[in-house]
């Protein structure tokens, strides 16, 4: 299975809102993940099975889909949220990772 | 907590064994992920093993050489790795799945520890 996430980077300001997409090459139900991680750390777990907010997570952090289409939704982007973020599926037992979209200042 | 160790820089063909020790958790009750990143590239999935041990998961450029298992009484969690290949440089992470129904997401990880493959 393959995730195809798009845009591959984006500029923005603080205070806007964006959304990525990551698409699965097949239908791979709600198992969807969603991190961030910033350049020298870990990934952050941000979402888990498409839409469930991990615990700690600010709420401006959402995710939505099922199948094969899924988005992550950052309103009111923070300073903190500058960073790389990474889809990844669950389903089969493999874990794949999509490429990237690194989100940086506009 | 993580904390991964057993990091280097060795030859190509040659073997290395990562290890994550885990604390402050049942671990037992967790499935456990190691998830590695080349210099400059993105996040790639290497391994998963069950809270048991039972079962194990592995990503296709790894699947044949490396190895994944884990010491339940004393919260330990390795990756063996064989016959490295200079594509195998990388940091490594080790990662705690969210549930013991291996979910297939970590909400606890190490800080990444390097392995460098090189003649």
């Known amino acids: 299975i393959q995730l195809i996430q798009s845009p591959s980077s984006v500029s923005a300001s603080v205070g806007d809102s964006l959304t990525i997409t990551c698409r699965a090459s097949q239908d791979i139900a709600g198992w969807l993940v969603w991190y961030q991680q910033r350049p020298g750390r870990a990934p952050r777990l941000l979402i888990y099975a498409a839409s469930t907010l991990q615990t700690g997570v600010p709420a401006r952090f959402s995710g939505r889909g099922s199948g094969t289409l899924f988005t992550l939704t950052i309103n009111t982007l923070q300073p903190e949220d500058f960073a790389t973020y990474y889809c990844q599926h669950a389903s089969s037992f493999r874990f794949t990772f999509g490429p990237g979209t690194k989100v940086d200042i506009k | 907590q993580l904390m991964e160790s057993g990091g280097g820089v060795v030859q190509p063909g040659t073997s290395l064994r990562l290890s994550c020790v885990a604390a402050?958790?049942?671990?037992?009750?967790?499935?456990m992920h190691w998830v590695r990143q080349s210099p400059g590239k993105g996040l790639e999935w290497v391994a998963t093993i069950s809270y048991s041990g039972s079962n194990k998961f592995y990503g296709e450029s790894v699947k044949g050489r490396f190895i994944v298992s884990r010491d339940n009484l004393n919260n330990t969690f390795y990756l063996q790795m064989n016959n490295l290949r200079p594509e195998d440089t990388a940091s490594y992470f080790c990662?705690?799945?969210?549930?013991?129904?291996?979910?297939?997401?970590?909400?606890?990880w190490g800080q990444g520890i390097r392995v460098s493959v090189s003649p």
């Open positions: 990662g705690r799945d969210v549930s013991s129904r291996l979910v297939g997401a970590a909400n606890l």
């Open positions: 402050d958790f049942d671990f037992r009750s967790f499935p």
